[in-house]
């Protein structure tokens, strides 16, 4: 399965922990690292996910979000016909940069666009026609992702594997 992670699900693991959401978000995406590292998944990302990181104000954050992306499998081109997309998507009610993931995800095929933001999940996914499913890493893991590895070992989740 293809998977486009955005920019909040690489800055989750430097949130504050203590919250359980959060702890919770940062493991399921530790654990779609760990199958995008085993192959058992296919990381796919684009020129969004990279400008938009470049620009975080804060510079350890940046620095280890870049680094995870030499982990990328697969990059979609921003072509015109993802712009096209993505200009579409902004004007149906998405962020900018919500909808330049969205549409390179739609056009690169993903099964999914994991974030950790619950506005766009709730407008994308009003949107007509979408064959990419925007949603939480948590909620990917136990609808879909799992179940596709029932024979995965569980990974140990004590130890989020994101410290690169």
Not at 92 to 101: I, P, T, V, Y
Not at 126 to 153: H, M, W, Y
Request: net charge neutral; charged share 25%; with cysteine.
């Amino acid at each position: 399965m293809r998977i486009y992670l955005d920019t909040c699900c690489l800055m989750r693991a430097f949130d504050d922990q203590s919250y359980p959401r959060v702890r919770l978000e940062t493991m399921a995406i530790s654990d779609v690292m760990e199958y995008f590292q085993a192959g058992l998944l296919t990381w796919i990302s684009g020129k969004p996910l990279y400008q938009e990181i470049s620009v975080c104000p804060a510079h350890d954050r940046r620095e280890k979000a870049l680094k995870w992306l030499r982990l990328v499998d697969e990059w979609q081109d921003y072509t015109s016909e993802v712009a096209r997309l993505a200009k579409r998507f902004a004007k149906r009610s998405l962020g900018e940069w919500d909808a330049r993931h969205v549409a390179t995800a739609e056009i690169a095929k993903c099964g999914w666009v994991l974030t950790t933001d619950l506005t766009p999940i709730k407008r994308a996914n009003k949107l007509p026609n979408l064959s990419v499913r925007v949603g939480n890493p948590t909620e990917a893991i136990l609808e879909d992702i799992q179940g596709i590895f029932p024979s995965c070992p569980r990974l140990d989740w004590t130890t989020p594997s994101m410290n690169l």
